[in-house]
């Protein structure tokens, strides 16, 4: 039975942690805003975005992608910060350099912090989703803004200028120090590729106590696309509530995980992580 309009209007309004991402869409709603937007929410966080390119993809590739004027992605930052703020924001798919400059100057003038980098250049299916210049761009004038950067190993790669993915624990603490070098606060070089029985991603922090290796399953799933952003957007939305970066960082693989095992079976490709199928504790 539907309460009655008395009890309605009893309930007093919340006010949720905020979150914004700022990154691309996913037509077929397995990665990018949507993911993130999904994540947001299964953390009790209300979700904000400014979107910056548009990709046409489904579960077998992307067939098409529009990366949109810095100017009307500047003017989405504006319009969420200005008016209902931002407790944490991510950044994902930027598309070039022109997107990265313009983003670099709003988190400046709207104190746009924590902000969680992950530095989306390319697609599992091979298609490339950031320009070379934007690359460069996003060395020079994102980084050094970021709290956190989210690479995955060839992201790292890329970052760190190596012509080659790092292959062990070795080369992803040498790929994760140069990453570091590039001066965001802390990097988070998820290891889900590296051979081996665990999935295996490594922390590293500007003035931290070293190394941290954070280890969980490996998942044998089909459906795993989006991993990157929901992993990204869940540590967003820890920090939104508050939580310090370690603890945002550890919980964040573990719902990722849980999401990966949930995964979700679409279209006649791989399908993507559900983080509606994941709670978080």
């Known amino acids: 039975m539907a309460p009655g309009p008395e009890r309605l209007g009893a309930r007093r309004p919340v006010k949720p942690p905020v979150a914004?991402?700022?990154?691309?869409?996913d037509s077929g709603g397995g990665a990018g805003i949507a993911a993130d937007l999904h994540?947001?929410?299964a953390h009790g966080v209300w979700g904000t975005c400014a979107v910056t390119a548009v990709t046409a993809q489904n579960t077998v590739g992307v067939d098409a992608s529009e990366v949109l004027s810095p100017g009307i992605v500047a003017a989405q930052i504006a319009?969420?910060?200005g008016d209902i703020g931002a407790s944490a924001t991510k950044t994902g798919m930027l598309g070039d350099a022109a997107v990265v400059e313009a983003v670099a100057a709003a988190v400046r003038r709207w104190d746009l912090r924590p902000l969680v980098v992950d530095p989306v250049a390319v697609t599992t299916t091979g298609a490339p989703l950031l320009s070379s210049e934007g690359l460069a761009a996003l060395r020079a004038v994102?980084?050094?803004a970021a709290d956190l950067v989210t690479p995955n190993l060839a992201e790292a790669a890329a970052l760190a200028g190596w012509?080659?993915?790092?292959?062990d624990r070795k080369a992803v603490l040498e790929v994760g120090e140069?990453?570091?070098a590039l001066g965001p606060a802390a990097v988070l070089v998820t290891g889900g590729h590296l051979p081996g029985p665990e999935a295996l991603d490594l922390l590293l922090r500007r003035g931290g106590s070293g190394p941290q290796w954070l280890t969980g399953p490996r998942l044998e799933r089909p459906h795993t696309h989006g991993t990157g952003c929901v992993l990204?957007?869940?540590?967003?939305?820890?920090?939104a509530r508050g939580e310090d970066l370690v603890q945002a960082v550890e919980e964040g693989k573990a719902f990722v995980t849980a999401a990966i095992a949930a995964g979700v079976e679409l279209g006649a490709?791989?399908?993507?992580?559900?983080?509606?199928?994941s709670s978080p504790p």
């Not at 012509?163 to 292959?167: A, Y």
């Not at 990204?232 to 920090?239: D, E, G, K, P, Q």
């Not at 490709?269 to 199928?277: K, Y």
């Open 20 to 25: 914004l991402t700022v990154a691309g869409t």
């Open 39 to 41: 994540t947001f929410a």
């Open 79 to 81: 319009a969420v910060a």
């Open 142 to 144: 994102l980084l050094p």
């Open 163 to 167: 012509s080659d993915p790092p292959r």
């Open 178 to 180: 140069a990453v570091l």
């Open 232 to 239: 990204s957007a869940a540590i967003t939305a820890r920090l």
């Open 269 to 277: 490709g791989v399908g993507a992580v559900n983080p509606s199928g």
